[in-house]
């Protein structure tokens, strides 16, 4: 099974767009999630540390530049959604990516209290 380190950057980046309210709170996250070729077309504009700051986790062994680098993405590339978080906490929780879980349920009550969710 793979491994996963948290992103800290990518949590740096989620906070950021949580307080500048860049957030969805309903949505389907299989809809939402980006897709292969949404990804594609976003690094042809981007760099791929642009792109690393949309996913939670880092696969280690992965190289850099390359997308098995990057997991636990928690946006559409625009901005954060809630289903998306609560998405992360599942699957690392069902994986025992414990690191990875608690940074996405921060990042989660974060954004609940920003939205004013109790």
Request: hydrophobic fraction near 40%; proline fraction near 1%.
């Amino acid at each position: 099974m793979a491994r996963y380190a948290v992103n800290a950057a990518a949590v740096t980046h989620a906070r950021r767009l949580i307080d500048a309210r860049q957030y969805v709170l309903d949505s389907d996250w299989g809809e939402v999630q980006p897709r292969a070729e949404a990804e594609n077309a976003y690094l042809e504009r981007h760099s791929w540390e642009e792109y690393a700051a949309w996913h939670l986790g880092l696969t280690e062994g992965a190289r850099d530049g390359t997308k098995a680098r990057y997991a636990f993405a928690y946006g559409d590339l625009r901005r954060v959604h809630r289903s998306g978080l609560i998405a992360c906490v599942y699957r690392a929780s069902e994986w025992r990516h414990k690191a990875v879980e608690l940074a996405a349920h921060d990042l989660l009550q974060r954004l609940d209290q920003m939205a004013g969710i109790d």
